[in-house]
């Protein structure tokens, strides 16, 4: 678990100054709310100039996604519309699992840092391994910063939370005593 400090500077009530890592999370934050209210055509240009920019990563990093782009004639740079990316193939679990070496990335962009690496509940029978970057947790804790605040709670506060950690015989056992997150 990532802990974010609310303040840098000790003893600095108000007004708060966040630290680097604070700072990203209430800038996407504050970004997120101001994108929700565009106009929906703004909304999906804006999407597709991020999956373009996702996509020639993908060209240049990810084997199988270079395959797979030159065989059904993808380019990136050609996807001006919702319908020339739904041209692209949905990834499969099988596929996922089959192909695994051949879709990790080869080269991040600059500043992503993996984490750790996590496996699925493996509910449809099939558990996956997925690597956590810094990029993804700060995207994981400004959506749930954003859903706080569309429920009007104070994130500095306490919040009770009943959530399943596994099957684990530690987890379970962490899980029927309770435990305190920061």
Same mark, same amino acid.
């Given at each position: 678990?990532?802990?974010? #400090?609310?303040?840098?500077? #000790?003893?600095?009530?108000?007004?708060?100054? #966040?630290?680097?890592?604070?700072?990203?999370?209430?800038?996407?934050?504050?970004?997120?709310?101001?994108?929700?209210? @565009?106009?929906?055509?703004? @909304?999906?240009?804006?999407?597709?100039?991020?999956?373009? +920019?996702? =996509?020639?990563?993908?060209?240049?990093?990810?084997?199988?996604?270079?395959? @797979?782009?030159?065989?059904?004639?993808?380019?990136?740079?050609?996807?001006?519309?919702?319908?020339?990316?739904?041209?692209? #193939? =949905?990834?499969?679990? &099988?596929?996922?699992?089959?192909?695994?070496?051949?879709?990790?990335?080869?080269?991040?962009?600059?500043? &992503?840092?993996? @984490?750790?690496?996590?496996? +699925? %509940?493996? &509910?449809?029978?099939?558990?996956?391994?997925?690597?956590? %970057?810094? &990029?993804?947790?700060?995207?994981?804790?400004?959506?749930?910063?954003?859903? =706080?605040?569309?429920?009007? =709670?104070? /994130?500095?506060?306490?919040?009770?939370?009943?959530?399943?950690?596994?099957?684990?015989? /530690?987890?379970?056992?962490?899980?029927?005593?309770?435990?305190?997150?920061?």
């Amino acid at each position: 678990m990532i802990t974010l #400090p609310l303040r840098s500077v #000790p003893g600095l009530i108000w007004p708060a100054i #966040p630290d680097g890592r604070m700072s990203e999370l209430w800038a996407l934050h504050l970004e997120l709310e101001r994108t929700q209210w @565009l106009e929906p055509a703004a @909304l999906i240009e804006g999407q597709l100039a991020q999956v373009r +920019t996702l =996509l020639a990563h993908c060209v240049k990093n990810v084997p199988y996604y270079r395959d @797979l782009f030159e065989r059904k004639r993808i380019q990136p740079e050609t996807i001006r519309s919702l319908e020339e990316f739904r041209r692209i #193939p =949905l990834l499969q679990r &099988t596929t996922y699992q089959q192909q695994f070496t051949s879709i990790q990335a080869r080269d991040v962009p600059k500043g &992503t840092v993996k @984490l750790s690496e996590e496996r +699925t %509940s493996g &509910t449809s029978g099939m558990s996956i391994e997925v690597w956590l %970057s810094n &990029t993804v947790v700060l995207w994981w804790l400004a959506c749930y910063l954003r859903d =706080l605040v569309w429920c009007e =709670l104070d /994130p500095r506060g306490s919040l009770a939370v009943i959530r399943y950690l596994g099957k684990s015989p /530690p987890n379970l056992k962490e899980a029927m005593e309770g435990f305190v997150q920061p």
